[in-house]
């Protein structure tokens, strides 16, 4: 019955990501999947460069800090491209989201089987699972529409994780304690909410045996939380580093309270998720009646992830992180207690044959396509897209033709939260401007407001926040010369009219809805002294330095080297969070601004 069940999941697959795509040499565009794509792309060259998962990308919003700070949800993918890179990047993410797609369900499974739930609780878990999987809905396929997937396999990983550590705790080894903390380190840099995800159910199974374990248990379980945090120091010491570049902003998936509880688990189309959370609750009074410390383990986990998903919203630090997505770990979780309920039933039925029992299983099989095709193809489109429109390569072409090095392009992107407009074709697709232009651009990758760099980006006809429209000539004037713009790229109304009417810049000609002006200042990377620069991923080179202090149009960020050593600091810029780079250079004419040692 296990094969029916996989042969159904692989078919249910299909039909949300098409195998085909892994043959083409287009990235995955749905949702924010090319902002993920472009991610990967950047952490290659900065890992190539520096071995370092962390660095200075220069290529979007004049600099800003690369990796974990800015994109939580590309971990897992950016190390799986880093060991396939040679296939592709774009054909390695690709298959990493064909692999997410088939495992992470999966995981759940072998959590039933880690708890030690019969063969018909176990499959009635799997049947579960993989049926909420592949329907989506609630906002399960729209998160993995939009590009979660490092998200995804750390939440069934997570599952899986606090089922193999109640098994370690009942027979404590060194090997157990070491296998639970090999995986806890390898889930948390899949995804940088794992450990977060996981500390109250962990913290709550060590509570409940803190009096069973011994000292040795207690030693063992210290050096696997020092392992797990050695393991990942290389993004962690960044991210507190520059944690105050991430703003708590309420941009996507924000649930408020219990109106939002009702207005979720009430739709018609969420009808599955409520049995299985029905299911769930009659399923934990049986798991406590075995384990005990199971169901608390599994009950405090529960209801942790509930709650950062329906009133995480009201909390800053976790509001900037989508925190309606934990509303899918909760589900793939409550599939386990479901699963022991049903599995109860189930075995009961057994009483009037076999074959009634199987003849479930394999309808229960037979619905999982079925639910996928309803989900993602005819409630909503939810499939995996992998072709980059013709459109925007076009509009692409036209800009690397029309523009050069010496001065940035001003880009508009879609609108927030606070100022919505429909997505260029479709997708967030302005991430991959530098992968097709070489050039440096103001306007993206992600239009959400996560970091304070991103303050400066022209969203949806407004600059700065407030309506370009508004501006006065002069001001405008001044911010392009402030961050060495040469060209504007505009699409919506307002930022058209707007740079029809400026006198400083000069229409080139129109792809689509997309309108090309060059601005009429003189280019120049330096706010104080001279020299040449050249930009590459965590690099900027500067040659021929002229002057006692040099000022770069480029942001600072906490962390910055020179080679060879000189003086670095932050200059603060009127209207700019962040400030830019000042540097010292002593007599020096050439040097190199990093991340990093």
């Known amino acids: 019955m296990l094969e029916v069940l996989l042969v159904a999941h692989l078919l249910a697959t299909c039909a949300v990501f098409d195998p085909r795509l892994l043959l083409t040499p287009d990235p995955i565009v749905s949702g924010d999947c090319a902002i993920h794509h472009y991610n990967v792309v950047a952490a290659q060259a900065i890992w190539r460069q520096d071995h370092r998962t962390t660095g200075y990308d220069p290529f979007f919003v004049a600099g800003y800090p690369a990796g974990i700070p800015f994109d939580v949800d590309a971990r897992g993918a950016e190390w799986f491209c880093r060991v396939w890179a040679g296939i592709g990047l774009a054909r390695a993410y690709k298959v990493f989201v064909f692999l997410t797609l088939l495992v992470a369900p999966l995981l759940v499974y072998l959590a039933a089987r880690a708890l030690g739930m019969s063969d018909t609780e176990s499959l009635a878990t799997l049947v579960l699972v993989l049926a909420w999987w592949h329907f989506g809905r609630p906002h399960l396929g729209h998160l993995r529409w939009a590009g979660k997937f490092t998200f995804l396999l750390a939440s069934g990983l997570c599952v899986l994780v606090i089922a193999v550590a109640r098994r370690a ?70 991210l507190m580093r520059l944690r105050e570049a991430r703003l708590p902003t309420q941009y996507w998936l924000q649930f408020d309270g219990w109106r939002e509880v009702a207005a979720v688990f009430t739709r018609t189309t969420s009808m599955l998720l409520l049995a299985i959370v029905g299911l769930g609750m009659a399923g934990f009074v049986r798991l406590a009646r075995r384990d005990r410390r199971a169901a608390w383990t599994f009950g405090v986990t ?11 919203a009201r909390v800053p630090a976790i509001a900037s992180i989508d925190p309606g997505r934990f509303l899918i770990p909760f589900g793939l979780l409550m599939t386990i207690p479901a699963g022991i309920a049903l599995g109860r039933w189930l075995e009961r039925s057994l009483r009037f044959g076999a074959v009634l029992c199987n003849a479930l299983f394999v309808a229960g099989a037979a619905a999982i396509p079925l639910l996928a095709v309803a989900g993602n193809r005819i409630l909503d489109r939810n499939v995996i897209e992998a072709r980059v429109a013709p459109e925007f390569v076009r509009l692409a072409r036209f800009i690397a033709e029309n523009t050069s090095t010496e001065a940035r392009i001003l880009f508009e992107t879609p609108g927030g939260r606070a100022n919505p407009s429909p997505l260029p074709y479709g997708t967030q697709i302005q991430a991959l401007l530098p992968q097709f232009c070489q050039r440096e651009f103001i306007g993206g990758p992600n239009p959400a407001p996560y970091l304070s760099y991103a303050a400066i980006d022209l969203k ?118 962040v400030g830019f780079i000042r540097v010292r250079p002593n007599g020096v004419s050439r040097f190199v601004l990093h991340l990093g040692r």
């Open 169 to 238: 705790m009942q027979a404590s080894s060194a090997a157990r304690f070491t296998a639970v903390a090999g995986l806890v380190a390898a889930t948390w840099q899949i995804n940088a909410l794992a450990v977060p995800m996981l500390l109250p159910g962990l913290a709550t199974l060590y509570g409940a045996s803190f009096r069973r374990l011994r000292r040795r248990d207690h030693a063992m379980i210290a050096a696997g939380a020092s392992l797990v945090l050695a393991a990942n120091a290389d993004w962690i010491l960044p």
């Open 302 to 312: 529960a209801a942790a992830w509930f709650g950062a998903a329906f009133f995480g």
């Open 460 to 577: 949806n006809g407004e600059l700065l926040g407030r309506p370009l429209s508004t501006w006065p000539d002069d001001d405008f004037a001044r911010y392009l010369e402030t961050y060495n713009v040469g060209w504007i790229v505009c699409w919506s109304d307002v930022a058209r009219a707007y740079a029809r009417s400026y006198a400083g810049a000069t229409p080139i000609g129109s792809v689509e809805d997309f309108t090309l002006y060059q601005v009429h200042h003189p280019p120049s990377w330096f706010t104080a002294g001279n020299g040449r620069v050249k930009v590459s991923y965590n690099r900027i080179e500067v040659a021929e330095a002229i002057g006692d202090e040099i000022v770069l149009k480029y942001h600072w960020v906490p962390g910055l080297r020179s080679t060879p050593a000189l003086a670095i600091d932050r200059v603060p810029i009127a209207g700019d969070p």
